[in-house]
């Protein structure tokens, strides 16, 4: 089931594992760090790409096709997902006149 | 050392010589000017004269179409394996395709109802 | 290879998607929009695929699996769609003159909930994980726009951002998991992953690939369920969101969740792995805890049944503690869980339709204050409003009490005493918060700054029904809890425990 030998020529899992990792995690902390939207959408946009790297990283060292596909699917939902949160984005702003989330603090309690 | 790497490393090692190179030559080559004129400063010496700043707001107009743009532009990973194996996936994967399509079709239909696509 | 025929078994959710579409070419399209007939038809798509579901339910006898196996058909997914289509119908009817009173006319309302309602009745029968995790997308981003969508309102849109971006972030963690399973074995079948680990010798401790996938799963599905201690958004949310929103998502997202989740933890994981049963206790603990005492100490209706959903997560947890390890058919109490969610649904949504009542100018004013004399001025809605929360507290003879009765027994026939001892505690705080607001209703006095209920038809119908179906179920629960406990048994059909 598991086959190495396309990765030969290349870095090994890990290593391709390690750079998704980081990139998840730099992901996560610009969600729960930055305090601008935008900034916080592509702190998203980062952890989903870093999901990207580690499927196709496993396709190839599984040698099969499934992590690919689920790739591609992968980028179009996070697509729509980041194109909804700019809209909600937008819709914040007119009512708000700002995007800084520590403004946003009407529903407390 | 693994070939791959080898070149990999050769390449970084050729593209840090020639961007250093660039620069080293410059200094030593080039004519200093001994006068600070104020055109020296700007962002494009002999070009256009920049107006504003670069830090402005876009009006989400641009967004609204970018993302209708990237939406559909997006749908052509799921077309482009299918267009390359339609021979293999026979007759059913066509009319899958035709009903994915006509999905997104109506998708479309519904941006420019809304006036979505209008540059007001 | 794909065959035709096997269309029939999504036959309901192809249902809900075309009608949705229908709705919208109607609303949009032509812009002669009428909301009762795009009520209507919206409600006739969710009664055909009941139809669709109910002829599925028994030409199935035996679970099979369908569309190369990334799609389980088996009664766990019919019990589950059954749920999500009567809290979108609910979520319908209320939303039909909530939306015109606080002036929001979007023709896109219904067919979003209809997309909602398909993405949701897909998530309960996937039995692959990209399958399971393509739902929740459908889902999740109807019901954030769904969020937002008073657009005046502030909170709305506060409540829709709040969402979004804990959403986003849970799906990160969730498809990240996906990814690290697949690593593991190179399959994302739920089933796979039951019998991967059904091997000898497999096991978290040999796979850390698995394992880190398996704990960014639980993460992802956590914040999705609001589970402690991922669950801070939800009271935010739900209290931002209209009214017939909060409806829609306390019942018809949380039972999606649920089931998607249950169906992961019971098919491929809590049977061979004990070291999942102290996580999940100690999650079971704190979602019981947190949602319970927060409740407390609410003085908005709304913003305290979302604290008390965060509690009826932590009970629906505390059963899935006692799964046994042998096999499902060792503690047929489990089926508790459906039965649960159903009661849940019913009793929230007929809450809920109480709720939408409370509007002043076009604003939503929910404060449990309001309640004040409403015994006096309108009997028949305060006994039906206590009536639910009474079914919510799990006070007998109510659907509330039966469900909750099962799942105690399912803790506690698995084993799991002290996660039981827990979960009374919270159900000993929970009737006294229910009781808060009746007390307010037959007790206390009109507010002086009184506003006419806005009662509506729909919503009345919402609320007589959920009552009576509160109260029936609760006096004869028995063929209903057979059914439910058929539909959770069926998931031993996948292997695992």
Avoid at chain 3, 161 to 188: D, E, N, P, Q, R
Wanted: net charge negative; proline share 4%; aromatic share 10%.
């Amino acid at each position: 089931m598991t086959t190495t030998a396309g990765l030969a020529a290349g870095p090994g899992l890990h290593a391709w594992l390690l750079l998704a990792a980081v990139l998840f995690c730099i992901g996560i902390y610009g969600v729960l760090s930055r305090r601008n939207l935008v900034a916080i959408l592509c702190s998203v946009e980062l952890m989903a790409n870093a999901v990207n790297i580690n499927l196709v990283a496993f396709s190839r060292f599984h040698g099969d096709l499934l992590g690919q596909a689920f790739a591609l699917f992968s980028v179009a939902l996070t697509v729509a997902e980041v194109g909804i949160g700019l809209a909600i984005v937008i819709l914040v702003y007119r009512a708000r006149k700002g995007i800084d989330v520590d403004e946003l603090d009407l529903l407390r309690g | 050392m693994d070939p791959a790497w080898l070149s990999a490393l050769t390449f970084l090692g050729v593209a840090f010589v020639v961007a250093a190179g660039a620069l080293v030559g410059a200094r030593l080559l080039g004519v200093k000017s001994r006068v600070d004129v104020p055109t020296r400063r700007d962002t494009y010496e002999c070009g256009e004269e920049p107006e504003g700043v670069a830090w402005v707001r876009f009006h989400p107009r641009y967004y609204l179409v970018a993302l209708l743009f990237v939406l559909f532009d997006v749908e052509t990973v799921f077309i482009l394996p299918w267009a390359l194996n339609l021979d293999d996936l026979g007759l059913l994967a066509l009319v899958e395709m035709v009903v994915f399509v006509g999905i997104l079709l109506l998708g479309w239909a519904y941006a420019v109802r809304k006036g979505a696509i209008e540059w007001q | 290879m794909f065959d035709p025929g096997e269309l029939n078994f999504i036959g309901p959710e192809i249902a809900v998607f075309v009608f949705a579409l229908l709705v919208l070419v109607h609303d949009v399209m032509f812009k002669q929009r009428n909301a009762t007939i795009s009520m209507g038809v919206s409600l006739m798509g969710l009664a055909t695929a009941a139809v669709l579901n109910l002829l599925n339910m028994q030409a199935v006898d035996v679970p099979r699996e369908a569309f190369a196996g990334a799609m389980a058909v088996d009664g766990f997914g019919f019990f589950l769609n059954f749920i999500v289509l009567l809290a979108a119908a609910g979520a319908l009817l209320i939303s039909h003159d909530f939306l015109r009173r606080i002036d929001v006319d979007v023709p896109e309302f219904n067919p979003l909930v209809l997309f909602v309602a398909f993405g949701m009745m897909l998530m309960g029968s996937a039995n692959d994980l990209i399958l399971l995790f393509i739902s929740l997308e459908v889902m999740s981003l109807g019901v954030y726009v769904l969020c937002g969508i008073n657009r005046g309102e502030l909170a709305s849109a506060e409540a829709a951002l709040k969402y979004f971006v804990m959403g986003a972030f849970a799906s990160g963690f969730l498809l990240m998991g996906i990814a690290f399973v697949y690593g593991g074995i190179g399959s994302t079948r739920i089933s796979a992953v039951a019998q991967w680990f059904a091997i000898e010798g497999n096991g978290i401790a040999g796979n850390p690939l698995i394992g880190v996938g398996v704990a960014l799963l639980l993460v992802g599905f956590g914040f999705k369920v609001a589970a402690a201690p991922f669950h801070m958004w939800t009271p935010d949310v739900y209290q931002g969101a209209p009214t017939p929103v909060t409806a829609f998502m306390a019942t018809g997202v949380k039972a999606a969740a649920f089931a998607a989740l249950s169906r992961v933890l019971l098919v491929a994981l809590l049977g061979q792995n004990l070291e999942f049963h102290t996580a999940l206790w100690l999650i079971a603990a704190g979602t019981i805890l947190m949602g319970n005492i927060g409740a407390l100490v609410q003085d908005d209706l709304k913003r305290m049944l979302a604290y008390s959903s965060i509690g009826h997560a932590g009970y629906l947890l505390m059963a899935l503690v006692g799964a046994p390890a042998a096999g499902l058919a060792d503690n047929p109490r489990l089926g508790g869980i459906l039965f649960y969610l159903l009661a849940y649904t019913v009793m929230t949504v007929g809450a809920f339709a109480v709720l939408s009542f409370f509007t002043r100018d076009g604003v939503e004013d929910t404060r449990i204050s309001r309640l004040g004399g409403l015994a006096d001025r309108h009997p028949a809605v305060a006994l039906a409003l206590s009536i639910c929360l009474l079914s919510l507290a799990g006070v007998p003879p109510t659907m509330g009490f039966v469900g909750k009765f099962y799942l105690f027994a399912a803790a506690i026939e698995g084993g799991a005493i002290g996660i039981a001892v827990v979960g009374a505690i919270g159900g000993a705080i929970g009737i006294y918060y229910y009781l808060r607001p009746i007390v307010v209703m037959y007790m206390h006095p009109e507010p002086a700054d009184r506003v006419e209920l806005a009662m509506n038809p729909a919503a009345l119908g919402v609320l007589g029904v959920a009552t009576v179906a509160v109260l029936v179920f609760g006096l004869v629960p028995g063929s209903l809890i057979e059914v439910a406990q058929d539909s959770l048994l069926s998931l031993a059909a996948w292997g695992g425990v």
